[in-house]
């Protein structure tokens, strides 16, 4: 039982999150694109350290080679002149330059590989920030449509006038025409009162003719309309 409850209350739970992440969609969007943005911004941030780093780094090199190539000149100047203590002194800086040099170019190298893999990194989260960006536009195009959409649904869904309205102008619609009721009630009255044969005889020819007849009005009154 405890299990199964568990599991409805976790159920439920994730219901009311979708809600909530559908119903704050475009929040919850423009927040995470922000964070995109300052993650991008911090990593630019530490692209521009390491090339900082790169760039002193290859300035040691540079300045260790220049050392190098001189203090191995004067080396093989005192070596040449004979001064074997000097020159074998001198071969001992050289090589320590020599030591420090590969060191000092296999931090740059490492530093430039650090480069290259945070520069791809840093286009590619540039350029999904981007389509973010372009999309949020659609995004909230589409969910402005909606929203006006949902608020027309519920007016016209809940509004009793429009049902009335359209009850009342079909009632109408479907109604009889009083000037018509009123032609056959003179005919039925007409009958009645053997008038109906009067008329029929007076429309032959035989006899004066009769007065007008309510449909005769209503025929006259729809032709003037």
């Given amino acids: 039982m405890l ?21 704050f ?34 300035a040691g090199l540079d300045q260790i080679d220049r050392r190098h190539a001189d203090l ?30 590969e060191v000092r170019r296999a931090t740059v190298q490492s530093v430039g590989e650090r480069i290259l893999r945070m520069r ?8 999904r920030i981007i389509d973010l960006n372009q999309g949020m536009i659609s995004a909230r195009a589409i969910d402005a449509e909606r929203k006006a959409q949902s608020r027309l649904v519920r007016s016209i869904g809940q509004s009793a006038s429009l049902n009335d309205a359209e009850e009342l102008l ?17 005919e039925i009255d007409g009958e009645l009162r053997h008038e109906a044969i ?4 007076a429309d032959a020819g035989h006899g004066p003719a009769v007065k007008v007849r309510a449909k005769e009005v209503l025929e006259r009154l729809k032709t003037i309309n």
């Fill in 25 to 58: 969609a475009i929040d919850l969007l423009a927040q995470r694109i922000r964070d995109a943005e300052a993650g991008l911004a911090a990593a630019k941030q530490t692209l521009a350290t390491l090339i900082v780093r790169q760039r002193a780094e290859q």
């Fill in 120 to 127: 791809v990194s840093v286009e590619r989260a540039h350029r």
């Fill in 170 to 186: 079909a009632r109408i619609k479907a109604g009889s025409d009083p000037f018509e009721e009123a032609g056959i009630l003179d």
């Fill in 3 to 23: 299990s199964l409850i568990r599991t409805l209350l976790h159920g439920a739970s994730v219901r009311a999150e979708d809600g909530l992440k559908d119903r």
């Fill in 198 to 201: 009067r008329d029929r005889l």
């Fill in 72 to 101: 191995e000149t004067r080396t093989v100047s005192a070596l040449a002149a004979g001064n074997n203590g000097l020159a074998e002194s001198g071969a001992a800086a050289v090589a320590e330059l020599e030591n420090e040099r």
